[in-house]
């Protein structure tokens, strides 16, 4: 049986894998004695503080996980980039030396470029209609399983990780003319590249970890992204123009190396499914209270924000690439599809 029907229906009866046929002969976690007998500590990568709710999602799921386990199992989450940039530790997973990441969405278009279509700019009406598509574990099951079997990562599930806007260290950007010429750090994708030139800048993909720098020099003159990331990476020391484009709303997935998990016995499997919804949950419901607090903070150390952009403007830029990137297959339209109910069913406010 697949993995993602043993995802669907989370009922350890009905599952049947074979752990022989799976193979994956790298070694997975760190054993170590504990209280009966011995335990896997899976490694969770993480590239932001200890302060995100991603990381307290990640705690909590060690720990529901000890406990579901009898203590076979448990997570010891990396913060801070600890295990190397996103781009890198997902090679990582893949060949089963890290268990566990937070990565952000457009990292997995290199492994299928289906999962672009959460990706682009403009794609989500509301934080709803994000949270709508990402428990729809149905109409995502195919996606979160497509390269199991090519790279051995499965997408546990996805959450939300706020609104994307342009922040630089030069002025406020209030229409397109405004980017022009601006060396603007992207996520490492095409589709992220696309997007930031469409909007009139020049796109510099980079590594997270690598911006603070960058901006500091003047390597590059800005980045987009959500407020927390901007703050707690401590970016608003030296980009302080933070204006509202609103142009993304990425979000955020956290992957096991299917190997990883395949190793687990099927009663084990199932209570670390079992989790995930608590964890997604963790995760999604701390991201707005962060994101006060990265203004509030923001704000204290001088950083200026602009609400007065000319929104429509970048929108019509982007939309030619919404469009070729969502027709180029039946796959694309269908998850499209998915997204356009969950729009009209929660518009924006
Ligand atoms: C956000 C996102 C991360 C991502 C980062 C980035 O913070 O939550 O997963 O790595 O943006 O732009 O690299």
């Known amino acids: ?197 469409a909007m009139g800048a020049i796109a510099s993909p980079m590594n997270q970890g690598d911006v603070y720098s960058a901006l500091q020099t003047g390597v590059l003159d800005g980045a987009e992204n959500n407020e927390v990331t901007w703050d707690a990476l401590k970016q608003s020391e030296v980009a302080k123009y933070y204006s509202y484009t609103k142009h993304l709303m990425l979000p955020d997935y956290l992957l096991i190396s299917t190997k990883a998990l395949e190793k687990m016995s099927d009663e084990d499997q199932a209570a670390l499914l079992e989790i995930i919804p608590e964890v997604q949950k963790i995760a999604n419901d701390g991201f707005a209270d962060f994101t006060e607090k990265s203004i509030e903070h923001a704000t204290s150390i001088g950083a200026q924000f602009n609400d007065d952009v000319d929104v429509a403007a970048f929108k019509a830029l982007v939309q030619p690439l919404v469009e070729s990137n969502v027709n180029e297959n039946e796959t694309r339209k269908q998850l499209y599809q998915v997204v356009q109910e969950a729009n009209a069913a929660n518009p924006a406010k």
């Open 1 to 197: 049986m697949k993995l993602s029907k043993v995802i669907l229906t989370g009922a350890v009866g009905l599952m049947s894998l074979s752990l022989a046929a799976c193979g994956g002969g790298s070694s997975s976690g760190s054993s170590s004695a504990g209280g009966g007998g011995s335990q896997t500590v899976f490694k969770l990568a993480f590239n932001q503080t200890e302060d995100h709710p991603q990381y307290a999602a990640g705690v909590a799921l060690g720990e529901k996980l000890e406990e579901a386990t009898d203590g076979r199992y448990s997570v010891k989450v990396y913060p801070n980039e600890q295990l190397g940039g996103q781009a890198d530790v997902i090679q990582n997973l893949s060949n089963g030396t890290v268990e566990l990441m937070w990565v952000g969405a457009p990292v997995l278009e290199g492994f299928n470029s289906d999962f672009v279509v959460f990706n682009l700019p403009y794609m989500f009406d509301s934080t709803e209609a994000q949270g709508a598509v990402l428990s729809d574990t149905e109409a995502l099951d195919p996606l979160y399983h497509s390269i199991e079997d090519s790279k051995s990562i499965t997408v546990l599930t996805g959450v939300n990780a706020g609104t994307r806007n342009v922040y630089n260290s030069k002025h406020p950007v209030v229409t397109p003319a405004d980017l022009q010429g601006m060396k603007i750090r992207v996520q490492q994708s095409d589709s992220q590249v696309a997007m930031i030139e």
